[in-house]
């Protein structure tokens, strides 16, 4: 396992921990208060400093630009969903303003929806990959 995928599964163990806590804190606080929780991801951004950089070869370039792919396409349509919902509630309701809390949180969802997204197909890449080799 290189680091790569030491990495994503920091990150995807990280994001499954703050979705769980942002799930459980949402009843009790709120969505303003319970965006908190995605704190937590940030500790994913550890990674490159526990996990050596190892060299990497053509596949593995391959591999992370089609998950950087991967995830940035979600993000964007997580943010364009998000955002759109947080208008259709709006004019379902009536509302002329929205929260500006709501938007902030449909940021968070985005960038949580890019790193996560983008570590998972990571590491089915991988296992793909590696199925192929031993075959």
Known sequence: MNSEQKQAWLAVIMGIISLICFLVALPFVGPMIATAAFGLFGLAGLGPLIF?????DERDRSIAKRANLAGATTSYGVFLLGNMSVWFVAKRNH???VNIDLLMLVVFLGIFA?????SVVLLVLYARHSGNEEA
């Open 52 to 56: 050596r950089k190892t060299p990497t």
């Open 114 to 118: 890019l790193f996560f997204v983008r």
């Open 95 to 97: 509302q002329e303003q």
